[in-house]
Nanobody, 119 residues
Framework: VQLQASGGGLVQAGGSLRLSCAAS????????MGWFRQAPGKEREFVAR????????YYSDSVKGRFTISRDDTKNTVYLQMDSLKPEDTAVYYC?????????????GGQGTQVTVSS
């Protein structure tokens, strides 16, 4: 399965962006899809995930209440609506697949998309 993230860009603080991640190559039949991000000089961090079958979302504390993850299973696509963006949200955002509930392990594939939030 190949992943293609898109939708990044430059936005002012307080603005919004919507990221998309399309999984291609085969129909995704795993447990969840997630979003991660990596800022310059920092380690990659978890942002959000959505259980594919139920749509159950889960967020990191840093984005809870501002970001919304959703999916369209007819398009094998996961979205990340990002509102009230802050400069500290600046990072490369990656999507990933999680094939099982446990262990918590994500497979990354494809390039990320750059999000830059200006103050």
């Amino acid at each position: 399965v190949q992943l293609q993230a898109s939708g990044g860009g430059l936005v002012q603080a307080g603005g919004s962006l919507r990221l998309s991640c399309a999984a291609s190559g085969s129909t995704f039949s795993g447990y969840a899809m997630g979003w991660f991000r990596q800022a310059p000089g920092k380690e990659r961090e978890f942002v959000a995930r959505i259980v594919w079958s139920s749509g159950d979302p889960y967020y990191s504390d840093s984005v809870k209440g501002r970001f919304t993850i959703s999916r369209d299973d007819t398009k094998n696509t996961v979205y990340l609506q990002m509102d009230s963006l802050k400069p500290e949200d600046t990072a490369v955002y990656y999507c990933a697949l999680r094939f099982a509930r446990t262990p918590i392990q994500y497979d990354f594939g494809g390039q990320g998309t750059q999000v830059t939030v200006s103050s």
